[in-house]
């Protein structure tokens, strides 16, 4: 399960591409956008998703149920 | 001033005693701070003189800094930090409209270098823009690397213009040396609160260490660096203004607590300002219905708080956008598109020149205004009445009373003309007609005035305005607003003497919630 950015909420206040830990985090057509493939849910780096704790709209970082569970290598 | 221990130990090297630096501000800012603390009343009309250069400098032409400077010059910002480290209850970042004016809210944002480009291609068409700010529409210092790529662009390209940014001051603490090696000497704090239990109703969280903390916990961290940061600053002698947002039932009272707290880790100027929550703003505060403060209450406070430090009431809450003179918006003139095809000629010496040419009509402005007060000399009342009065800019009354869209609000007592604030209006006069809904907006907001001076006013609202009991003045169109107050105040105070009239106190006023219009077309 990466996150995904809801792009109708975001207000691409870009928050939470400084935060990432992955640098999974760009902007694209106005908005911004998570990279499912580089996306660790933070696990092995914080103990929340950095994504989810600074975005000012809730309901804006949530979870992406089209991809398997982050396991760490 | 009775806590000024600090600051003297604070800043030994430029061997500035800062004691004397809060009382020549004082004198120079013509602010009444009568009563029990021994600073000037509002008859000085000091200046360069007065003040030592080195904050003479700083302050001379900022209008943030200086309600007199405030008349003459201008001001930009520039949106370049989006991101934001906490969430207040009286923001929501998702708000974006051209005719909104509130912080946190801007039409674009920018990077560094289209920012340092817009700042050139302003400064070249307007003068009198003396200071570049950064304040948001998020926080700077949550963004510190576009925001210090800025200032190190501007300084290179346009070094006359002086710096400053705005901060929630959570991060403020790690950046503090950063600050000062841009030579960033202004930067202004949002102190709301110092007791994290008022704190937890205006702040729901904090970005913290990679954690969002919440309630009081969250408050508390916030304080403390706010105030750490103060101190620092301080310490450098770099020039701290503290905004509080007056939100009454949650820390209306609480702030003159916090006045003295930033006093005492020696701000230099507090701006407190009333809360800014309509439900379509979709804040915390706009949703539950939380009010603002009425005109009275906002200058009761900030009164109360004048005895202890130099107060900001001339602030006009403005965008992280905003371009020109406090109270106008000229950032529609100035958008990317425009700005990248603008053929940018930016020349130092006929800004200086330009410049001087505002310092010498200031000079006047100042003279006029310490002849007149001269004749007040002598007179004896203890009336004190509220004045509006419409102008452009440069000190004067100069704008029709149809086409402003603020007025400026002056206390008259045998002190002189103070000001105490403004009051935004929607344009009475669109097109060329007048509307009675408007004009009851401006009477509103106007309605604890006793006269409105004008450059020109036509005989109905004229009228009207007689009937709600405020006298509309023309005799002094285009002449200096201090000088001709105190004219026309004396000549009040007369026939009161002679029974002519009846002195009568007014009632209170609001503060408009709404949109400032960008175009006053």
Same mark, same amino acid.
């Given at each position: 399960? $990466?996150?995904?950015?809801?792009?109708?909420?975001?207000?691409?206040?870009?928050? %939470?591409? &400084?935060? =990432? /830990?992955?640098?999974?985090?760009?902007?694209?057509?106005?908005?911004?956008?998570?990279?499912? $493939?580089?996306?660790?849910?933070?696990?092995?780096?914080?103990?929340?998703?950095? %994504?989810? &704790?600074? =975005? /000012?709209?809730?309901?804006?970082?949530?979870?992406?149920?089209?991809?398997?569970?982050?396991? $760490?290598? | 001033?009775?806590?000024?221990?600090?600051?003297?130990?604070?800043?030994?090297?430029?061997?500035?005693?800062?004691?004397?630096?809060?009382?020549?501000?004082?004198?120079?800012?013509?602010?009444?701070?009568?009563?029990?603390?021994?600073?000037?009343?509002?008859?000085?009309?000091?200046?360069?003189?007065?003040?030592?250069?080195?904050?003479?400098?700083?302050?001379?032409?900022?209008?943030?800094?200086?309600?007199?400077?405030?008349?003459?010059?201008?001001?930009?910002?520039?949106?370049?930090?989006?991101?934001?480290?906490?969430?207040?209850?009286?923001?929501?970042?998702?708000?974006?409209?051209?005719?909104?004016?509130?912080?946190?809210?801007?039409?674009?944002?920018?990077?560094?270098?289209?920012?340092?480009?817009?700042?050139?291609?302003?400064?070249?068409?307007?003068?009198?823009?003396?200071?570049?700010?950064?304040?948001?529409?998020?926080?700077?210092?949550?963004?510190?690397?576009?925001?210090?790529?800025?200032?190190?662009?501007?300084?290179?390209?346009?070094?006359?213009?002086?710096?400053?940014?705005?901060?929630?001051?959570?991060?403020?603490?790690?950046?503090?040396?950063?600050?000062?090696?841009?030579?960033?000497?202004?930067?202004?704090?949002?102190?709301?609160?110092?007791?994290?239990?008022?704190?937890?109703?205006?702040?729901?969280?904090?970005?913290?260490?990679?954690?969002?903390?919440?309630?009081?916990?969250?408050?508390?961290?916030?304080?403390?660096?706010?105030?750490?940061?103060?101190?620092?600053?301080?310490?450098?002698?770099?020039?701290?203004?503290?905004?509080?947002?007056?939100?009454?039932?949650?820390?209306?009272?609480?702030?003159?607590?916090?006045?003295?707290?930033?006093?005492?880790?020696?701000?230099?100027?507090?701006?407190?300002?009333?809360?800014?929550?309509?439900?379509?703003?979709?804040?915390?505060?706009?949703?539950?219905?939380?009010?603002?403060?009425?005109?009275?209450?906002?200058?009761?406070?900030?009164?109360?708080?004048?005895?202890?430090?130099?107060?900001?009431?001339?602030?006009?809450?403005?965008?992280?956008?905003?371009?020109?003179?406090?109270?106008?918006?000229?950032?529609?003139?100035?958008?990317?598109?425009?700005?990248?095809?603008?053929?940018?000629?930016?020349?130092?010496?006929?800004?200086?020149?330009?410049?001087?040419?505002?310092?010498?009509?200031?000079?006047?402005?100042?003279?006029?205004?310490?002849?007149?007060?001269?004749?007040?000399?002598?007179?004896?009342?203890?009336?004190?009445?509220?004045?509006?009065?419409?102008?452009?800019?440069?000190?004067?009354?100069?704008?029709?009373?149809?086409?402003?869209?603020?007025?400026?609000?002056?206390?008259?007592?045998?002190?002189?003309?103070?000001?105490?604030?403004?009051?935004?209006?929607?344009?009475?006069?669109?097109?060329?007609?007048?509307?009675?809904?408007?004009?009851?907006?401006?009477?509103?907001?106007?309605?604890?005035?006793?006269?409105?001076?004008?450059?020109?006013?036509?005989?109905?609202?004229?009228?009207?305005?007689?009937?709600?009991?405020?006298?509309?003045?023309?005799?002094?169109?285009?002449?200096?607003?201090?000088?001709?107050?105190?004219?026309?105040?004396?000549?009040?105070?007369?026939?009161?003497?002679?029974?002519?009239?009846?002195?009568?106190?007014?009632?209170?006023?609001?503060?408009?919630?709404?949109?400032?219009?960008?175009?006053?077309?």
């Amino acid at each position: 399960m $990466a996150y995904k950015i809801v792009s109708s909420q975001c207000t691409s206040c870009s928050a %939470c591409e &400084a935060e =990432c /830990p992955n640098m999974a985090i760009s902007e694209k057509g106005g908005t911004f956008i998570i990279d499912p $493939a580089k996306c660790t849910e933070c696990i092995g780096h914080f103990d929340t998703p950095q %994504c989810v &704790a600074v =975005c /000012p709209v809730d309901e804006t970082c949530v979870v992406d149920k089209n991809y398997p569970r982050y396991q $760490a290598p | 001033m009775d806590s000024t221990g600090h600051l003297e130990t604070g800043a030994p090297e430029t061997g500035v005693d800062m004691e004397t630096v809060m009382q020549q501000i004082a004198e120079h800012k013509g602010c009444g701070t009568q009563g029990g603390s021994g600073k000037a009343s509002c008859g000085s009309g000091a200046g360069e003189n007065d003040l030592p250069p080195e904050i003479w400098e700083k302050v001379k032409n900022h209008p943030c800094y200086s309600e007199e400077a405030h008349h003459h010059y201008a001001r930009m910002h520039v949106a370049v930090a989006p991101a934001c480290n906490i969430q207040c209850n009286y923001c929501n970042r998702k708000y974006d409209c051209a005719n909104e004016s509130r912080p946190g809210v801007v039409s674009e944002k920018l990077t560094p270098e289209q920012a340092a480009k817009k700042v050139l291609a302003v400064a070249s068409t307007i003068p009198q823009m003396t200071v570049l700010g950064i304040a948001g529409p998020g926080d700077p210092l949550a963004n510190p690397a576009k925001t210090f790529k800025t200032f190190e662009l501007i300084s290179k390209t346009a070094p006359d213009i002086k710096l400053c940014l705005s901060t929630n001051g959570l991060a403020l603490p790690d950046h503090v040396d950063t600050i000062a090696k841009y030579n960033v000497d202004h930067v202004t704090i949002t102190i709301n609160m110092i007791d994290p239990e008022v704190g937890a109703k205006i702040y729901p969280w904090i970005f913290w260490k990679h954690k969002r903390v919440e309630g009081v916990e969250a408050a508390r961290i916030l304080t403390e660096r706010q105030l750490q940061g103060l101190e620092m600053l301080t310490e450098r002698g770099i020039l701290c203004k503290v905004n509080s947002v007056m939100i009454p039932g949650v820390n209306d009272q609480h702030l003159v607590e916090v006045n003295k707290a930033v006093k005492s880790r020696g701000a230099f100027l507090h701006n407190i300002m009333p809360l800014i929550s309509a439900p379509e703003h979709g804040t915390v505060f706009g949703l539950t219905g939380q009010r603002g403060p009425t005109a009275q209450e906002l200058k009761a406070l900030q009164d109360s708080c004048e005895g202890e430090m130099n107060m900001m009431r001339h602030c006009r809450q403005c965008r992280a956008d905003a371009v020109g003179l406090l109270g106008e918006d000229r950032s529609e003139e100035f958008t990317t598109d425009k700005i990248m095809a603008m053929e940018v000629n930016y020349d130092i010496e006929t800004r200086k020149a330009y410049q001087a040419a505002v310092e010498l009509e200031r000079v006047a402005k100042v003279e006029a205004k310490k002849e007149e007060l001269e004749t007040l000399a002598g007179v004896a009342s203890d009336i004190k009445i509220l004045a509006a009065v419409a102008t452009k800019g440069s000190g004067l009354i100069n704008e029709h009373f149809g086409h402003a869209k603020e007025f400026q609000i002056y206390e008259l007592s045998t002190s002189g003309a103070k000001f105490v604030g403004h009051r935004r209006v929607d344009l009475y006069c669109q097109g060329g007609y007048g509307d009675e809904d408007s004009l009851e907006t401006v009477i509103r907001a106007i309605n604890d005035c006793h006269a409105v001076f004008v450059a020109k006013i036509g005989g109905c609202p004229k009228g009207d305005l007689a009937k709600a009991g405020i006298e509309a003045v023309d005799e002094y169109a285009h002449e200096f607003i201090e000088k001709s107050a105190i004219g026309w105040f004396k000549a009040y105070l007369e026939k009161v003497k002679t029974g002519e009239i009846v002195h009568e106190a007014r009632g209170d006023a609001a503060i408009r919630q709404g949109a400032l219009l960008a175009t006053a077309e």
